[in-house]
């Protein structure tokens, strides 16, 4: 798999979906077959891929939201780490 670059705009892979579960107040990620339980910032990365904001797009937001810098690397390598489970594709 190539390296995420910051000019990738990432979105869910097909059939992938994003879903609040007010039950156990968690963040769903529903998969064929599978759901991913994901913690709060997880949640917060999948929910921007929409394939509209570039990675640098979503680094920016993200640090606005959790009032914090240097989140980069983390969410860079989140995504990496997404794209390589298949639950993200990775479109210039």
């Given at each position: 798999?190539?390296?995420?670059?910051?000019?990738?705009?990432?979105?869910l892979r097909s059939p992938g979906l994003m879903k609040y579960d007010k039950a156990r107040q968690t963040e769903l990620l529903l998969l064929p077959?599978?759901?991913v339980?994901?913690?709060?910032?997880?949640?917060?990365?999948?929910?921007?891929?929409?394939?509209?904001?570039?990675?640098t797009q979503l680094i920016e937001e993200l640090e606005t939201v959790y009032v914090q810098t240097g989140l980069g690397d983390?969410?860079?390598?989140?995504?990496?780490?997404?794209?390589e489970r298949g639950w993200l594709e990775l479109c210039n």
């Open positions: 798999m190539s390296a995420v670059k910051l000019s990738d705009r990432p979105s077959e599978r759901v339980e994901l913690n709060d910032t997880a949640g917060a990365i999948l929910r921007l891929c929409d394939g509209q904001r570039t990675v983390d969410i860079v390598a989140f995504i990496s780490s997404a794209a």
